[in-house]
């Protein structure tokens, strides 16, 4: 059974400072998503990862993803007050179509 | 258009009533899924459809009925809920098959029990 770790899952950081996210999952996967959930809304992708090495950026985020480590991490430089928001990982199971997602990382950036 | 609707956004329901909550997409996608998502909680998997056959039912009481009558369109039917089924429903669409399989998620529905 696919098990996904986040860490931290909580996050109370100043605006202007950096701070990374962890994602652990237990078994071989090769694509691993980034999500964010601001309070009573929907889920909005943020990133896909396919492949070993893979990095990706967009503003003050951004992701990267060791297939060998099972590992991605969600690296925020320079904090803003808006990406305070929930953030999940999620795996993707290699039989497909399922996806297990980590706990979510409850991040607030405090002015 | 990346966009997945879902109707209605907010539904409350008795115990004893029967509602359907709708989800369409026009991407093309051809897996459809439904999570159930609980305050502070990752989603959670209830069903999913592929090419419109339920490919998988993550042991879901059966007074949830899911439904895909085309492949733009998915249907959960709610009959004699509980007042623990209150939470957001999600719907989201994919692409299987060669791809990102990135999933793209509605807007949810708010369901509320009492």
């Known amino acids: 059974e696919l098990k996904v770790e986040q860490n931290p899952l909580f996050l109370s950081m100043q605006e202007g400072k950096n701070y990374t996210i962890y994602c652990n999952y237990s078994t071989t996967s090769d694509r691993l998503y980034w999500y964010r959930q601001d309070p009573g809304k929907s889920l909005e992708s943020l990133f896909v990862?396919?492949?070993?090495?893979a990095v990706k950026q967009e503003g003050r985020l951004m992701a990267s993803l060791d297939t060998k480590a099972r590992l991605s991490t969600l690296h925020i430089t320079a904090a803003v007050h808006d990406l305070s928001a929930t953030y999940f990982c999620?795996?993707?199971?290699?039989?497909?179509?399922?996806?297990?997602f980590g706990e979510g990382t409850q991040l607030t950036v405090n002015p | 258009d990346t966009e997945v609707t879902q109707t209605p956004k907010h539904l409350v329901m008795g115990m004893t009533n029967k509602k359907s909550l709708k989800c369409e997409q026009h991407?093309?996608?051809?897996?459809m899924y439904w999570y159930k998502q609980k305050a502070k909680k990752p989603p959670e998997l209830m069903f999913v459809?592929?090419?419109?056959?339920?490919?998988i039912n993550e042991s879901v009481p059966s007074r949830f009925s899911p439904e895909c009558p085309n492949s733009s369109l998915l249907n959960l039917h709610l009959h004699a809920l509980q007042p623990e089924d209150s939470a957001l429903y999600l719907c989201?669409?994919?692409?299987?098959?060669?791809?990102?399989?990135?999933?793209?998620f509605g807007p949810g529905t708010r369901l509320t029990v009492t």
């Open positions: 991407m093309g996608h051809r897996a």
């Open positions: 990862l396919l492949s070993n090495g």
């Open positions: 459809y592929s090419y419109e056959k339920l490919s």
């Open positions: 989201a669409s994919s692409q299987p098959g060669q791809g990102t399989h990135e999933q793209y």
């Open positions: 999620a795996v993707e199971e290699t039989s497909g179509s399922r996806l297990t």
